[in-house]
């Protein structure tokens, strides 16, 4: 147990060194600013109604730290997941299975040290409240014991939980990889919402005391919490600046502490009850995630010049392309099982027969454009996942095999929703069938875009469920899929023209990242390898 320690702090110091830990400190840094606008700012991100909190430290300190619940437990649950993983990659994990450190240390090492990253952010946005309580406070008086409890009582245990869930999701070998990735988000969606109810156990995220608390500042001050509107956790945006009114803060009573006391104690247990079944890294024991083999490039990356290529011809190259397409093809959907196909089969045959349009765009599209999620996510990232990126640098014409790679993942895009396109088509709805096709493009690149740049699906699988979400629940701006209609049928959200613009941005980003990425084989060169006497072995 005296190594416990030591190894929680080693693995903390490593993942703060890693860029998904810098991208979600920034986040943070822009949701602090974001959770408390300008006093005549149009948007909220805490509201009661027409109402707000004047800017003071115990307001200031409650708004941000409830944002930062919300946000962290479900940008940290990505950011800190992987532990389990890059200790079988790395081999580390093999060499602790063979000491006397037992399981529930290990888990309980990992948990420490997953705590440790998420509670540092929580650090950056107490930082950032503070500065925000200077630059933008309507009270001049610090109280550093109201700034500091919410992100104590509140926000502490909430990224608890979602450390402990995600060593929880590492352990389980069908959440390991990107289902779990997607099943987080709503799992993340019921704890976030549900859990602002007054009913909640334990008492949810916390907020319904909170909601009480501000209830009760607002009816002292002669305004009927029941007619001053609903209470609001989340970004919204405001006709007109809300009106403030004083808030003192809440007392936190004896039976609130023991509720979140007893949350982070829940957050222990799912962090070591893995230990009833997890191996972690042991052959020995035959239940421990097999580290993912990487293949390793030849030395030579070019043939001999005595080995002359074939003339090109036009013929040639387009068999060559249609080869290529094809073989992306393959492996973006390999080991696909049949009951996948048969349910994206189903739901075309159901938003065929389906009518209205407006019910097939309105249910059946979105459900066909989320089910090949970790298909998508596999865009611009199987190469470096696999480690195969270093020997296809020696091969020419890297853009050609990532445009290849994008035409794949339009097909496929096109094949999920084809009910719904030949449905709005037969139907005659022009609009419809434009935003379709638009949705078609900008759907798998989004996805090779965001996989070029970070070589991970993980990030792809963090971004697209909540703008999915965001269209299902009817958030019209940024509707890409044609999903929200009005009384006329015609489609609210993105415009064409502006999804195809956005389309061409990330083609421009992919291209970029395509022809920057360095070379990591001799003769090799972001345009592909050159072919020289001096390659030969």
């Given at each position: 147990m005296r190594a416990l320690l030591p190894l929680a702090l080693g693995d903390f110091r490593q993942r703060a060194r890693r860029p998904a830990y810098l991208a979600v400190l920034a986040a943070s840094v822009g949701l602090a600013v974001a959770a408390v606008p300008a006093r005549d700012a149009h948007w909220t991100v805490l509201q009661f109604g027409d109402w707000r909190g004047t800017y003071d430290s115990a307001y200031l300190g409650m708004v941000v730290a409830l944002a930062g619940t919300v946000w962290l437990s479900l940008g940290g649950f990505y950011a800190v997941r992987g532990a389990v993983a890059r200790d079988a990659d790395s081999g580390v994990g093999g060499l602790l299975a063979t000491t006397r450190l037992p399981t529930a240390a290990?888990?309980?090492?990992?948990?420490?040290?997953?705590?440790?990253?998420?509670?540092?952010?929580?650090?950056?946005?107490?930082?950032?409240?503070?500065?925000?309580?200077?630059?933008?406070?309507?009270?001049?008086?610090?109280?550093?014991?109201?700034?500091?409890?919410?992100?104590?009582?509140?926000?502490?245990?909430?990224?608890?939980?979602?450390?402990?869930?995600?060593?929880?999701?590492?352990?389980?070998?069908?959440?390991?990889?990107?289902?779990?990735?997607?099943?987080?988000?709503?799992v993340w969606t019921v704890l976030v919402l549900g859990g602002q109810s007054p009913h909640a156990p334990l008492g949810g995220i916390g907020v319904a005391d909170v909601v009480r608390s501000l209830g009760a500042a607002l009816r002292a001050q002669g305004v009927d919490p029941h007619g001053a509107g609903e209470f609001s956790l989340g970004l919204t945006f405001v006709e007109r600046p809300l009106r403030t009114f004083d808030w003192d803060g809440f007392e936190p009573t004896t039976a609130y502490v023991v509720q979140r006391l007893a949350l982070a104690g829940i957050a222990v247990l799912v962090a070591l009850v893995p230990a009833v079944w997890f191996a972690r890294v042991d052959p020995a024991r035959g239940h421990a995630p097999a580290p993912r083999q990487k293949h390793v490039a030849p030395a030579v990356v070019a043939p001999p010049a005595v080995f002359a290529r074939p003339p090109v011809t036009p013929a040639r190259t387009g068999r060559t392309g249609l080869r290529l397409l094809a073989g992306e093809a393959r492996v973006l959907v390999r080991g696909t099982a049949w009951w996948w196909w048969a349910v994206t089969a189903a739901l075309a045959?159901?938003?065929?027969?389906?009518?209205?349009?407006?019910?097939?765009?309105?249910?059946?599209?979105?459900?066909?454009?989320?089910?090949?999620?970790?298909?998508?996510?596999?865009?611009?990232?199987?190469?470096?996942?696999?480690?195969?990126?270093?020997?296809?640098?020696?091969?020419?014409?890297?853009?050609?095999?990532?445009?290849?790679?994008?035409?794949?993942?339009?097909?496929?895009?096109?094949?999920?929703?084809?009910?719904?396109?030949?449905?709005?088509?037969?139907?005659?709805?022009?609009?419809?069938?434009?935003?379709?096709?638009?949705?078609?493009?900008?759907?798998?690149?989004?996805?090779?875009?965001?996989?070029?740049?970070?070589?991970?699906?993980?990030?792809?699988?963090?971004?697209?469920?909540?703008?999915?979400?965001l269209v299902v629940n009817g958030f019209a701006p940024l509707d890409f899929m044609g999903a929200i209609r009005d009384a006329d049928g015609h489609p609210q959200g993105l415009s064409p023209t502006t999804l195809l613009?956005?389309?061409?941005?990330?083609?421009?980003?992919?291209?970029?990242?395509?022809?920057?990425?360095?070379?990591?084989?001799?003769g090799a060169s972001p345009r592909g390898a050159k072919w020289s006497v001096r390659d030969r072995g």
């Amino acid at each position: 147990m005296r190594a416990l320690l030591p190894l929680a702090l080693g693995d903390f110091r490593q993942r703060a060194r890693r860029p998904a830990y810098l991208a979600v400190l920034a986040a943070s840094v822009g949701l602090a600013v974001a959770a408390v606008p300008a006093r005549d700012a149009h948007w909220t991100v805490l509201q009661f109604g027409d109402w707000r909190g004047t800017y003071d430290s115990a307001y200031l300190g409650m708004v941000v730290a409830l944002a930062g619940t919300v946000w962290l437990s479900l940008g940290g649950f990505y950011a800190v997941r992987g532990a389990v993983a890059r200790d079988a990659d790395s081999g580390v994990g093999g060499l602790l299975a063979t000491t006397r450190l037992p399981t529930a240390a290990y888990l309980c090492a990992k948990f420490l040290s997953s705590l440790l990253v998420l509670a540092s952010l929580l650090g950056v946005l107490a930082l950032a409240a503070l500065a925000l309580l200077w630059a933008r406070g309507e009270s001049g008086t610090l109280d550093v014991v109201a700034l500091l409890q919410p992100f104590v009582l509140i926000a502490l245990p909430m990224v608890a939980l979602t450390a402990a869930a995600a060593l929880l999701f590492e352990t389980i070998p069908l959440l390991r990889a990107g289902l779990g990735n997607v099943l987080w988000f709503f799992v993340w969606t019921v704890l976030v919402l549900g859990g602002q109810s007054p009913h909640a156990p334990l008492g949810g995220i916390g907020v319904a005391d909170v909601v009480r608390s501000l209830g009760a500042a607002l009816r002292a001050q002669g305004v009927d919490p029941h007619g001053a509107g609903e209470f609001s956790l989340g970004l919204t945006f405001v006709e007109r600046p809300l009106r403030t009114f004083d808030w003192d803060g809440f007392e936190p009573t004896t039976a609130y502490v023991v509720q979140r006391l007893a949350l982070a104690g829940i957050a222990v247990l799912v962090a070591l009850v893995p230990a009833v079944w997890f191996a972690r890294v042991d052959p020995a024991r035959g239940h421990a995630p097999a580290p993912r083999q990487k293949h390793v490039a030849p030395a030579v990356v070019a043939p001999p010049a005595v080995f002359a290529r074939p003339p090109v011809t036009p013929a040639r190259t387009g068999r060559t392309g249609l080869r290529l397409l094809a073989g992306e093809a393959r492996v973006l959907v390999r080991g696909t099982a049949w009951w996948w196909w048969a349910v994206t089969a189903a739901l075309a045959l159901l938003a065929l027969c389906v009518t209205p349009a407006t019910g097939v765009s309105r249910v059946l599209l979105p459900l066909s454009w989320i089910w090949p999620v970790l298909l998508w996510s596999r865009l611009g990232t199987q190469r470096g996942e696999s480690g195969v990126d270093a020997f296809l640098a020696g091969y020419p014409r890297p853009a050609r095999r990532r445009y290849a790679e994008w035409t794949a993942g339009v097909l496929l895009t096109a094949a999920a929703g084809a009910g719904a396109g030949l449905r709005a088509a037969a139907g005659g709805d022009g609009p419809g069938c434009a935003a379709w096709a638009c949705a078609v493009l900008f759907i798998p690149t989004l996805a090779l875009a965001l996989g070029t740049v970070s070589r991970t699906h993980r990030l792809f699988q963090a971004v697209y469920p909540p703008l999915w979400y965001l269209v299902v629940n009817g958030f019209a701006p940024l509707d890409f899929m044609g999903a929200i209609r009005d009384a006329d049928g015609h489609p609210q959200g993105l415009s064409p023209t502006t999804l195809l613009l956005v389309t061409a941005l990330l083609l421009g980003v992919i291209q970029a990242a395509t022809a920057r990425w360095p070379a990591t084989l001799p003769g090799a060169s972001p345009r592909g390898a050159k072919w020289s006497v001096r390659d030969r072995g």
